[in-house]
């Protein structure tokens, strides 16, 4: 086991096929996108995590990471591209399946094929598996088939990757066990073992389990508005119970993880995902809530200074950004919303403004994203400016100003 070919180099698959190289492996790294394609050439990664720069640069140097178009040849093939929900909230297994597809010309008998995208239940079995498999190639028999979804926190992956504990599921157990021989060369958290099935709904439950808790958090600042309380106070106060930790509110829930997996748990078993789908539904309804909060602030047509549009703290990635869904509401009720975000370096559908400038000529502050840098803005000097009506904050920043 030498070669490996990672298909889809995005926040997933390129720090893979970076530490794979490191731990000794040829890697191919493949994705259609020749933009992508193009930058790490020329040793830049598309997107900024700490080490992975280097590391890449690494690799790139030693030749032991080359970048194709296409898939090739190889021992192991890992397939990372994307599988977001569509506009009716049902699964796109379209890359998924198109992986499979541009891999299957290439398995060897002996193969080791490994799914780290995050499926819908049944998905390995049902859709990858049938489009591996030919009459005289049998999965488990003349190819290995494991799953293997990663766990990794953005702005931390290269450690997480390394560090954190592994499920690997397999189609059988030899499966299971080429694909732990495979991340033992670079993985040193711990590697459990199971089949397909149980790791798919593992990666979904502990995504769903973060939605359903940050919901819970979100009705509880609900709560607490209605009766002109801090959010914070309260669940501050709360969690100081010994078994009682009660995630933060916030604007709503963004990125392409844990706002996206539980609609696979609700489109495959729609009569039994009652409260994954509640969570979904009211998590959802954040950004206009926070609109409204600052429909009772300041009139339409106001100036509102708007701190963050990535979808959390310390991130440049707007992808299903929750602060965007409220900056794009207010804009739609009228006011004029001046965007403030160090991590996000352009902006889609809004232009960035330096913070002080958007302080300067704002009528009311909207605390979005909760970034270091605005953690250290001073909260009395905001205060003087814009008074406590006037300072809206989603993340507890500010503490003693109403959610
Ligand atoms: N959020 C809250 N309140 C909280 C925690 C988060 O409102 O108390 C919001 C964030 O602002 C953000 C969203 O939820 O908009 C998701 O942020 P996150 O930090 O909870 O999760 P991700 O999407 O960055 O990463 C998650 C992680 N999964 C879990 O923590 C169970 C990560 O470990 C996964 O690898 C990743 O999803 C993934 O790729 O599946």
Redesign the pocket.
Known sequence: MKHVCVVGLG??GLPTAVLAAAGGFTVTGVDIDPSILESLREGRAHFSEPELGSVLSEVLSQGRLTLRSTPCPADVFIIAVPTPINEDKSADLTAATEAALSIEEHVRPGSLVIVES?VPPTTIECLVLPLLERPDRIGGRDFHLAYC???????NIMR?LVN?DRVIGGLDRKSAEAAQAFYRRFVSGKIYLTDLRTAELV?LA??A???V??AF??EISLMADRLGLSVWDVIGLANKHPRVNI?????????????V?PWFLIEWSPDISKLTAAARKL?DSMPEYVASKVGSAVPSGSKIACLGAA???N?GDTR???ALQVIYELERRGYEVHVVDPHVTRGNGFSLQPLDKALEVADCVVLL??HKEFRELDAGDLRRRFGDGKMIDT?GVWADTQF
Do not use: F, W
């Open positions: 926040y997933i995050t979804p990663e766990r990794v926190l953005p702005g997480e954190n990666k502990e995504n389990y973060r939605d808790n940050i958090a979100n995630l933060s509110p916030g604007p709503g829930v963004g990125g392409h993880c844990v706002a997996d998590n979808y959390k703290a991130v299903g950004s929750p994203v909760d993340r």
